[in-house]
């Protein structure tokens, strides 16, 4: 499996170099669903009906942030700074995490900011909007989710990447072992044709330390017995379901949609 990885990615991921997990996750969906003779349009394969969602995406240009307010009230007129919405589909999500600082508590100990999962999820409410910021222009964007797939994977955002280095953010995110419910992600419409929109937990990655010497942590539910196992390497420890939202989670692959 490890060879057949370092050569079907022609050595962009090694055996003796740790790669970054979404990287590798997103190759690695690609390359199934290519491998199983699917195509970007229009043949599918089990991959696609297994991990593929789809949402709306709304975009509003702005205008120059330095630019006078009577100019900006008669671009916002125009037809290039009108919303606009494309449809789009997706293998996993992108969570961004708040840039909350680590402060201090009484006895003088970092204390790690909380965020639970649904302030996150709120991203794709249709509602929410963020500003993105390109070299020359600023976006308003927001996201609707109108489909979910069986098995949702999700990824929080911990690392902001520039020319000169790497930032991890360190928040924890709380998250339940069962019953996440996207149901207030959709639409009243889309609401109607989905009879499932909750799910359960069935995987974990965790990053560990600094974004350039870290290591990677994965907790996986065993279905038959109902224990949760942490693997790391060769290492398999059983570990409390508890202990698995108190880590620095970087990828829910694979929420389990449940009844």
Same mark, same amino acid.
């Not at 997103?26 to 349009?41: E, Q």
């Not at 240009?61 to 290039?80: F, I, M, R, V, Y």
């Given at each position: 499996?490890?060879?057949a990885v370092v050569?079907? /990615?022609?050595?962009?991921?090694?055996?003796?170099?740790?790669?970054?997990? %979404?990287d590798f996750l &997103?190759w690695?969906? #690609?390359a199934?669903? /290519?491998a199983?003779?699917?195509?970007?349009?229009k043949?599918?394969?089990?991959?696609?009906?297994?991990?593929?969602?789809s949402?709306?995406? !709304?975009?509003?240009?702005? +205008?120059?942030p330095?630019?006078?307010?009577?100019?900006?009230?008669?671009?916002?007129?125009?037809?290039?700074y009108?919303?606009t919405?494309?449809? &789009?589909?997706?293998?996993?999500?992108t969570?961004d995490?708040?840039?909350?600082?680590?402060?201090?508590?009484?006895?003088?100990q970092l204390?790690?900011?909380?965020v639970?999962?649904?302030?996150?999820?709120?991203?794709?409410?249709g509602?929410t909007?963020?500003?993105?910021?390109?070299?020359?222009e #600023?976006?308003?964007?927001?996201?609707?989710?109108?489909?979910l797939p +069986?098995?949702?994977?999700?990824?929080?955002?911990?690392?902001?990447?520039n #020319? !000169?280095? %790497?930032?991890?953010n360190?928040n924890?995110?709380?998250?339940?072992?069962?019953?996440v419910?996207?149901?207030?992600?959709? /639409?009243e419409?889309v609401?109607a044709l989905?009879k499932?929109t909750?799910?359960?937990l069935i995987i974990?990655?965790?990053?560990?330390?600094?974004?350039s010497?870290?290591s990677?942590?994965?907790?996986?539910?065993?279905?038959g017995?109902?224990k949760w196992y942490?693997?790391?390497?060769?290492?398999?420890?059983?570990?409390?379901?508890?202990?698995?939202?108190? /880590?620095?989670?970087y990828i829910? &692959?694979?929420?389990e949609e449940?009844r």
């Amino acid at each position: 499996m490890l060879q057949a990885v370092v050569l079907c /990615s022609k050595k962009t991921f090694q055996i003796a170099k740790q790669g970054d997990g %979404v990287d590798f996750l &997103s190759w690695f969906l #690609n390359a199934l669903h /290519s491998a199983l003779g699917g195509t970007k349009k229009k043949k599918k394969t089990i991959v696609i009906d297994v991990f593929q969602g789809s949402m709306r995406i !709304f975009t509003k240009k702005l +205008p120059h942030p330095d630019l006078p307010a009577e100019e900006k009230e008669q671009l916002l007129h125009k037809d290039e700074y009108q919303e606009t919405m494309v449809e &789009s589909t997706f293998m996993y999500l992108t969570l961004d995490l708040p840039t909350a600082p680590l402060y201090k508590g009484e006895k003088e100990q970092l204390i790690i900011p909380q965020v639970p999962l649904f302030n996150i999820l709120a991203k794709f409410n249709g509602i929410t909007e963020k500003e993105y910021k390109t070299y020359k222009e #600023n976006f308003l964007k927001r996201f609707q989710l109108t489909k979910l797939p +069986p098995y949702l994977i999700v990824c929080i955002k911990r690392f902001t990447k520039n #020319n !000169f280095f %790497v930032e991890k953010n360190p928040n924890i995110v709380n998250f339940p072992i069962t019953n996440v419910d996207l149901r207030e992600c959709l /639409s009243e419409e889309v609401q109607a044709l989905h009879k499932n929109t909750t799910y359960d937990l069935i995987i974990n990655i965790v990053h560990d330390g600094k974004p350039s010497e870290g290591s990677y942590r994965i907790h996986v539910l065993h279905h038959g017995i109902g224990k949760w196992y942490e693997l790391q390497d060769l290492q398999v420890t059983d570990i409390l379901p508890q202990m698995i939202t108190l /880590s620095e989670a970087y990828i829910h &692959s694979d929420l389990e949609e449940a009844r």
